[in-house]
């Protein structure tokens, strides 16, 4: 954990659906400001019983930034989804941050950045993306956004307006069906990345989802030729393989 994380109460502005069961939170800070955190970074928020919930900054950092953004999947059947957003709708929240080591380095990398997100991984890449775009990096970005049907891409308009920003963006359904009309990519993450190796080889790559999507991601793509060392994911840290 960080040295710098600091703990205090902030102020719930917003609850927004943002598709599927996934909703959009706006978090002000009482003290004012928002501390400083690097793009990439998680903040936890405290439970009534002071259990933590990580949640990754889907905003990317400001100087004196006075809200910050989540995106929260709500699960029906985990009794601390319903304790959180009861917080949320109370619309007040303890907040620990910062925390993780999966953020962009300064200055950032001229080598492509790859950003390989599963469902709400999507927040993580998004505090990143925007962080490049703010500081006008003119490297080759790519996203890729896994989802189990089109309905999962909970913000499926913004990845778009990147693009024209000039980011390649590659969304990708595991398990469309023909109701879907899903004339994307299909299959596993990893299964994209492979098809477009000779682009991204020498790329800094960024994970975000699962355990079993990260390892399973790292293991195929590693196998093909790609550094372990230029993989960064906080799956390493919560959940280290023996």
Known sequence: MDNNVSEQAFDVTDIHPAGSDVYRIILKPRSGFVPPYRAGQYLEILLPNKQPCAFSIASAPLHQQEALELHIQKLPDSPNSA??????????????????????????????????????????????????????????????????TPAGFYQPYLPVEWSARGIHYHPVVSDAVADDDWCGRHGLL???ILADKDRLLTGHIYLSGSPQMVYTTVDAIER????????????????PRP
Not at 224 to 239: E, I, L, Q, T
């Open 83 to 148: 304790s959180l957003f009861d917080l949320f709708d109370n619309g007040c929240v303890d907040v620990r941050m910062p925390s993780g080591n999966c953020f962009l380095p300064e200055p950032l990398p001229e080598t492509p950045l790859v950003f390989i997100a599963a469902g709400t991984g999507f927040a993580q890449m998004k505090s990143m993306i925007e962080h490049c775009l703010n500081l006008k990096h003119s490297g080759d970005i790519y996203l890729y956004w896994g989802a189990r």
């Open 190 to 192: 990893y299964h994209a």
């Open 224 to 239: 093909a030729g790609f550094n372990r060392k230029s993989m960064h994911s906080d799956v390493f840290a919560y959940a």
